[in-house]
Nanobody, 123 residues
Framework: VQLQASGGGLVQPGGSVRLSCGAS????????LGWFRQAPGKEREFVAG????????LYGDSVKGRFVISRDNAKSTVYLEMNNLKPEDTAVYYC?????????????????WGQGTEVTVSS
């Protein structure tokens, strides 16, 4: 089972970027999905999560109102639209699939993790 995140790069403050995370070998249409991030020297932080049918979304306090999580089960892909980016959003972003149909802010709730994609917010 693989999850592969993509879409990171260098972005100017105030800019936007969309991350994608696709699944191979199996689908996660019945699983909650989430995004976490880890900045250098810091612990992994919950960013956003979405339930299996997109009925419930969760956001970390630092990204509420700026980031939007969505999913397309037909494409086995989860997205993270990141707007009004700030230098403190600089981190490696990871996608993850939960053990159940719903998302959580707790990292141990997730069973499958993808390789990260790096986002750098700088002028």
């Amino acid at each position: 089972v693989q999850l592969q995140a993509s879409g990171g790069g260098l972005v100017q403050p105030g800019g936007s970027v969309r991350l994608s995370c696709g699944a191979s070998r199996r689908t996660f249409s019945n699983n909650g999905l989430g995004w976490f991030r880890q900045a250098p020297g810091k612990e992994r932080e919950f960013v956003a999560g979405i339930s299996w049918n997109s009925g419930t979304t969760l956001y970390g306090d630092s990204v509420k109102g700026r980031f939007v999580i969505s999913r397309d089960n037909a494409k086995s892909t989860v997205y993270l639209e990141m707007n009004n980016l700030k230098p403190e959003d600089t981190a490696v972003y990871y996608c993850a699939a939960a053990r159940t149909a719903y998302a959580s802010s707790i990292s141990t709730y997730y069973q499958y993790w993808g390789q990260g994609t790096e986002v750098t917010v700088s002028s």
